[in-house]
């Protein structure tokens, strides 16, 4: 025979009461509470922004390796990949969104799926077409293999362009992106922000106390109080003084809590310093600190060329089957130097018989001339497969 069971009872549920040491509107202010995502911190975004510009100003060139060197290949791959390599975006609108998917969106990762079209029997690159990253998911395949699907479609990485940025320690092949590393540090910005917005707007600043007898009946309303305010304190004129009763009046200045008393300042300038480090950014695109011209220097060299090295590869690798061809970005215009260096520069090749004069003339944007496209020397300005014939140089030549 069961023993019968006592029916139990739901508890009660337990109260809670929650306590403000201020008001509501002030918590709102002043408390910042949610995710925000990186693409909306301002100063993440104008790193990255940055990062974007610079590479997608860059030419990219096809080259082709040869005996005597590397080369300029310019023909309708090299147009394509180079002017317009999706039907609706320019390449600088391209490697911008490559980018900026990369560092932000995509947490380290950017898709882009290759169309290709059968013309002349050959087959074409017919369009590169971005894919969001809340379209693509990446899939582990085994150990070292790994596939990707794009809206459910599943897709070999070879049959797609995947840029990666901070590879994952685990799946060497998947991006991690800064995400977490920048987690921390945009939060105190964005809670800097609300301080000193709520701070700003806050209406607790005056910039006077008038000190005055309680016990007097016209500050018993709030009419009373304004009616003795416009009558004693406020004026028609600036500067013009003020008449008021020695007895009930007492006027006193304060100092009200300012933003420099919060350290505010020095604190959002270390943040800023941090997240400038964290994405290899100078400080001084974020306004703090000033321009170097070495600082800048590399910037270019540590931190845009790694990031257009992976593109250059991901691009060479699956787009190109001819061994000896690659992509290249150039990247001489992009650092820091006037067109005086560069005029010395070209100069001293060109009198060392490195460089020719048209080619000085494109380094400092001139259009090409007659003539100029002899090597020569410093040694009375003569050809470069004339030295040979110089009397000097000829047994006898000085009769």
Aim: charged residues 25%; contains cysteine.
């Amino acid at each position: 025979m069961s023993k019968r069971r006592k029916a139990r009872t739901r508890a009660e549920p337990q109260k809670r009461s929650i306590s403000y040491l201020c008001s509501s509107e002030a918590y709102d202010t002043l408390c910042v509470s949610g995710y925000t995502s990186l693409a909306h911190n301002p100063e993440v975004v104008t790193c990255v922004d940055r990062i974007a510009k610079l590479i997608s100003s860059m030419t990219i060139q096809l080259m082709r390796n040869t005996e005597r060197g590397d080369v300029r290949e310019r023909d309708e791959l090299s147009k394509k990949i180079d002017i317009y390599p999706n039907s609706n975006m320019t390449r600088s609108t391209f490697i911008h969104w490559i980018v900026k998917t990369m560092l932000l969106e995509g947490n380290g990762n950017a898709v882009v799926l290759p169309r290709y079209g059968f013309r002349q029997g050959r087959y074409w690159i017919d369009n590169l077409n971005p894919i969001p990253p809340e379209m693509a998911a990446f899939i582990p395949d085994g150990i070292f293999d790994y596939f990707i699907t794009i809206n459910g479609r599943r897709y070999e990485p070879d049959d797609v362009l995947h840029f990666v940025s901070n590879p994952n320690t685990r799946y060497p092949w998947l991006g991690d992106g800064y995400r977490v590393v920048l987690k921390d540090v945009a939060d105190n910005l964005k809670q800097s922000m609300a301080t000193e917005k709520g701070f700003m707007s806050s209406k607790w600043k005056p910039s006077i106390i008038v000190k005055v007898d309680a016990l007097t009946e016209e500050f018993a309303s709030k009419e009373g109080r304004a009616r003795l305010l416009d009558e004693y304190i406020s004026t028609n004129e600036a500067g013009e003084p003020w008449m008021i009763p020695a007895d009930q009046f007492e006027v006193q200045e304060i100092r009200p809590l300012s933003l420099a008393d919060l350290a505010l300042s020095d604190m959002v300038q270390l943040d800023k310093k941090t997240v400038a480090a964290i994405l290899g950014v100078p400080p001084f695109v974020l306004g703090v600190g000033e321009f170097s011209k070495d600082a800048w220097n590399n910037f270019i060299s540590t931190t845009i060329m790694p990031v257009a090295k992976g593109i250059e590869q991901e691009l060479t690798k699956k787009l190109l089957t001819s061994p000896d061809l690659y992509f290249r970005f150039n990247s001489r215009s992009l650092y820091s130097y006037d067109l005086k260096e560069l005029a010395e520069v070209g100069d001293s090749q060109f009198e060392r018989g490195i460089m020719t004069g048209n080619e000085v003339r494109s380094w400092i944007d001139l259009p090409p001339l007659e003539g100029l496209d002899d090597l020569i020397l410093l040694e009375n300005y003569i050809k470069l497969d004339q030295i040979a014939d110089q009397n000097k140089l000829k047994q006898g030549g000085g009769e």
